[in-house]
């Protein structure tokens, strides 16, 4: 069974920095797009940022600058670093890649159960 795992989450105050980390396990034969997402209490979930099979990127608008994603597809690994972060970055954050376990099966998206990152004075 495939399974992602995030970690690097945690309490940081505002200005500071964290890295988080996103595992894929299990049987994988091909790891596609990756994204990070990330929902905050009483909003819905919203796309952070993500990369493609070819390493291109994109960010949303309120991280721009200030977060970075990369892959290591040799460790099946995803890592999104949060520099200069603010209060509103609060929330628990997931990661989701896109993963085909064999040849002859299209990849599906795996979802991590989420790591909180809690930006506070």
């Known amino acids: 069974q495939v399974q992602l795992v995030e970690s690097g989450g945690g309490l940081v105050q505002p200005g500071g920095s964290l890295r988080l980390s996103c595992r894929a396990s299990?049987?994988?034969?091909?790891?596609?797009?990756m994204g990070w997402y990330r929902q905050a209490p009483g909003k819905e979930r919203e796309l952070v940022a993500t990369t493609t099979s070819g390493g291109t990127t994109t960010y949303a608008d309120p991280v721009k600058g200030r977060f970075t994603i990369s892959r290591d597809n040799a460790k099946n690994t995803m890592y999104l670093q949060m520099n200069s972060l603010k209060p509103e970055d609060t929330a628990v954050y997931y990661c989701?890649?896109?993963?085909?376990?064999?040849?002859?099966?299209?990849?599906?998206?795996?979802w991590g159960l989420g790591t909180q990152v809690t930006v506070s004075s």
């Open positions: 299990g049987l994988i034969f091909v790891i596609n797009d």
């Open positions: 989701k890649m896109q993963i085909a376990p064999n040849l002859s099966m299209r990849t599906a998206p795996y």
